[in-house]
């Protein structure tokens, strides 16, 4: 069986091989999954880097989360069946031919969601519904993001329309706004103009901010304090600048403003069982009606993954890059 591993931490077009392997062969509680599509993710670059919150043992697979086909179940394993097609996040090593998984953390999967949708469902898309629950935001209110483009940020605008939530989509330039419009999210700011802040601001009128969601660093998570509504809650994601946030202590003070750390993964970890379920549900039930539309930017073979993580490729990517064993 050949899967893609790393020896070291590094550079991941640099540090990533393919393996001949043993095939894994599921304990009681796992079943075996043979990959169809795995997805790519920002997380799953971090932890090659070793720069992510927890660091694997090395030697070390690669992969998070992937759509397949059971083809093994462990002997306590209820309620499955081989050539289920099911999607599962939060594990390792689905840059694989085959992986194993904890049955509990297997979600069975509609026909009516094709493979490339499926490869990405849950890990972004679950990350963005809990962003609208952390920032406890109600239909009617407003939340603002910069890196809007990004899978979270689709994500994000398109699950919140669907609750009645506003949302307003900070991207670099015109053509990623233009990206944006084309799958159907609106109120897009480009931080090129001049005048884009002002722009907001005539946007919401008389209403005010009340989420922000920064995956930036750097002056753009101060832009979006700046802009933030009286007791908003700005969450801080991600630091795409490499800079530390920039934010001015009035804001924080006067506007009564409240900056949290958001870890999706560990946030899961910690959810209860009804509570993973209800929002599992609301994803595929968007999904399979259309309402949720994740683009792809391109499929690749593990004899290609080097360049599938390379700069080049990641960089210039329109949606998530998948791996196909």
Excluded: C
């Amino acid at each position: 069986m050949r899967s893609v591993t790393y020896n070291e931490f590094g550079k991941p077009s640099d540090v990533l091989t393919i393996t001949d392997s043993p095939m894994p062969e599921p304990k009681e509680n796992e079943v075996r999954i043979k990959t169809i599509l795995s997805s790519i993710h920002n997380h799953d670059l971090i932890t090659i880097q070793g720069q992510y919150g927890t660091k694997p043992k090395l030697p070390a697979l690669a992969g998070s989360e992937a759509v397949g086909t059971i083809d093994a179940i462990g002997t306590s394993v209820k309620g499955m069946q081989a050539g289920q097609r099911v999607v599962v996040t939060g594990v390792e090593g689905t840059w694989a031919e085959y992986f194993t998984a904890p049955a509990s953390s297997v979600i069975p999967i509609p026909d009516a969601i094709d493979d490339e949708m499926a490869a990405q469902l849950i890990a972004m898309p679950m990350s963005a519904l809990m962003l609208i629950e952390f920032l406890e935001l109600e239909k009617g209110q407003w939340v603002i993001q910069n890196a809007a483009n990004g899978a979270v940020g689709e994500s994000l605008a398109m699950l919140a329309a669907e609750r009645g939530i506003n949302t307003i989509n900070v991207v670099r330039s015109k053509e990623s706004a233009n990206e944006l419009t084309e799958i159907g999210i609106t109120e897009n700011n480009v931080v090129s103009d001049d005048d884009w802040k002002d722009q907001v601001r005539q946007l919401i009128g008389d209403a005010k901010i009340s989420g922000a969601v920064d995956s930036v660093g750097g002056q753009s998570g101060g832009d979006l304090l700046s802009l933030l509504g009286h007791g908003g809650i700005i969450a801080a994601v991600g630091a795409m600048s490499g800079q530390p946030l920039a934010l001015n202590p009035t804001h924080l003070i006067f506007k009564q403003a409240t900056l949290k750390g958001f870890w999706g993964g560990a946030l899961m970890q910690k959810m209860d069982a009804d509570n993973k379920s209800r929002l599992i549900k609301e994803l595929i039930e968007r999904a399979a009606s259309g309402k949720l539309k994740l683009p792809t930017g391109g499929i690749y073979t593990l004899d290609n993954i080097n360049e599938a993580v390379s700069g080049k490729v990641q960089s210039g990517k329109k949606g998530k890059v998948l791996i196909k064993p």
